[in-house]
């Protein structure tokens, strides 16, 4: 007798992508409208954006500039789109990105409110079948993963944390309708980039806010201001310029490194340009010099320099002295930019925690206990950052070829080939993974470079007639080498407590993850590996 409910035919496409956000958005307008792909996108959110749908804390502000945080593959879209401000704040980033996925028709392509909790690979069918949260299925022949490199919360595990009676909350997954810190006493767990955005709106709000640092960081101030209509229009008219600068310098930004030396200059020349360097603000201080990642004693001046600044600017001695309490080369770290995080240790109502000398013990029902005291508090935020980078694929419980996980594969740290491929998982790539240069560069230029790969190489195997595409062993292990070396030729391993190691997060794999060779290195290693019939692939029919 035939089965009266047979299960329902699952919808198979050519590709899969996992995400919403500047990846997923580019993805799928390049395999759809370029390639004419039958494309899907699945994102967990309600809407598009990505990391930025769910950063929403306050502060949360992008550290890029806003006329190179953004797409360049159209002029029209460059030109016709007007940022407000120099560092653009979230609900602009979340118009913009809304913007670009009218334009183009995208929102048709795309399921929200569907989190992807499994994919495995099928080699007999060569097809990948995504499962979701609930319980749907979706197949197709290419899956490519645009999760983001830092969209994994990294919650740390305090005893007593269920206990806690008052609201808790994570940067990441910040709620949509916001939180009210009028007349509320505060504890911030957390000083990287979040948390020093973070702390001066928080403390304006609260009764009184409690920052409890692990790590003392440097910053330099964004001196973020509206756009002044002349500077619009030049971007507007500088579109090519602007973007073969950003895809030609090492960290994708819109300016160029100079070409000298710390030991280039005189002391007194030397602090002339860092005072210069200040008062402009931004990450293009780090392009002061060209020697500040490769030489400590030259990354010493300017790490002296910063410290020095903290002191000048934090009243209380005993206070500024914890805060210049930094143990890692300046930048070595991804470096933070602020608006007035140090000035905002001037106010009556915020502390500063040293809880690497007294470390958290555990959340109490009314507060926080260090080794030292007890906090009272009616909020807690961790500002505790991200399981980056290989958090978000882990998350998604993606089985290879017979049945291996990528957790197994991934068992000793992240091993891949050129950011973009694992082998054992065909057809499947990874939009800025580890092993890419990704989080060490202005996002949107290493996207658009990724996504335009794999675009490239799809195209590639439909022209021949090819079904699959695999990285082999031997070009993964060669690659994790790059990777290490890359790294090593930098001061960037020297920072111990870095999430770029995976260290904020306890049993993580102590691997360098990202690549430090430069974005603009990194495209011509692409371009080349491609332009050899993708040497160190395997193709086949």
Not at 40 to 63: F, H, I, K, M, S
Not at 179 to 184: L, P, S
Not at 230 to 244: D, G, I, P, S, Y
Request: with cysteine; charged share 20%.
């Amino acid at each position: 007798m035939p089965d009266v409910n047979p299960a329902p035919a699952i919808p198979h496409y050519d590709a899969l992508v996992i995400g919403a956000g500047f990846s997923g958005l580019y993805q799928l307008l390049c395999l759809r409208d370029r390639l004419g792909l039958k494309v899907q996108v699945l994102e967990a959110g309600e809407g598009v954006g990505g990391t930025w749908y769910w950063n929403r804390y306050p502060g949360a502000r992008c550290d890029s500039e806003s006329h190179s945080y953004n797409f360049t593959f159209s002029k029209e879209l460059f030109e016709e789109w007007e940022w407000s401000e120099r560092y653009p704040e979230q609900p602009e980033i979340m118009r913009y990105l809304n913007h670009v996925a009218d334009r183009f028709d995208l929102k048709r392509d795309i399921r929200f409110g569907t989190r992807v909790t499994g994919a495995r690979y099928d080699e007999a069918a060569n097809r990948w079948t995504v499962t979701t949260e609930a319980g749907e299925r979706f197949s197709a022949q290419f899956l490519i993963t645009a999760v983001g490199c830092l969209s994994t919360a990294n919650v740390p595990k305090i005893p007593g944390l269920e206990d806690f009676a008052g609201q808790w909350v994570h940067t990441g997954q910040w709620p949509h309708e916001g939180v009210d810190f009028t007349g509320k006493r505060v504890g911030l767990i957390g000083t990287g980039s979040t948390g020093i955005q973070a702390t001066p709106v928080i403390a304006a709000a609260a009764k009184h806010l409690t920052v409890f640092q692990r790590t003392a960081n440097y910053s330099v101030p964004a001196h973020n201001a509206p756009l002044k209509p002349e500077f619009k229009q030049w971007v507007k008219a500088n579109h090519a310029t602007l973007r073969e600068v950003m895809r030609s310098t090492p960290n994708g930004h819109p300016f160029v490194i100079a070409d000298r030396s710390v030991w280039d200059v005189s002391d007194a020349e030397r602090e002339a340009l860092y005072e210069a360097a200040w008062a402009k603000g931004g990450l293009q201080f780090r392009a002061t010099f060209r020697d500040l990642l490769v030489d400590k004693a030259a990354n010493d001046t300017a790490a002296a320099f910063l410290k020095n600044k903290i002191r000048e600017i934090v009243k209380d001695p005993a206070t500024a002295a914890t805060l210049a309490d930094i143990d890692h080369p300046y930048a070595a770290k991804r470096p933070p930019i602020d608006s007035d995080y140090f000035d905002t240790f001037n106010r009556d109502n915020v502390t500063l925690v040293d809880v690497r000398a007294a470390p958290i013990e555990r959340v109490t029902p009314d507060g926080l206990q260090t080794r030292e005291a007890s906090y009272p508090l009616d909020i807690i935020v961790f500002a505790t950052g991200f399981d980056a980078m290989t958090g978000p694929l882990l998350k998604l419980n993606i089985e290879g070829r017979n049945g291996m996980p990528l957790a197994q594969a991934w068992e000793a740290g992240p091993r891949n080939y050129l950011g973009l491929q694992v082998a054992g998982f065909p057809n499947l790539f990874t939009i800025t993974g580890p092993g890419s240069p990704s989080v060490l560069c202005n996002m949107p230029v290493a996207i658009e470079q990724h996504v335009e790969w794999i675009t490239d190489c799809i195209a590639h195997l439909r022209a021949k007639g090819l079904a699959r595409i695999e990285t082999t062993e031997p070009a993964m292990a060669g690659w994790v080498a790059q990777v290490n070396d890359a790294a090593a030729a930098t001061l960037l391993p020297e920072a111990h407590h870095s999430w770029y190691l995976g260290a904020n997060v306890p049993g993580k794999p102590r691997v360098f993850m990202p690549y430090a060779g430069g974005m603009a290195h990194y495209r011509a290693i692409c371009d080349e590996v491609a332009a050899k019939g993708y040497a160190g692939f395997a193709l086949s029919d």
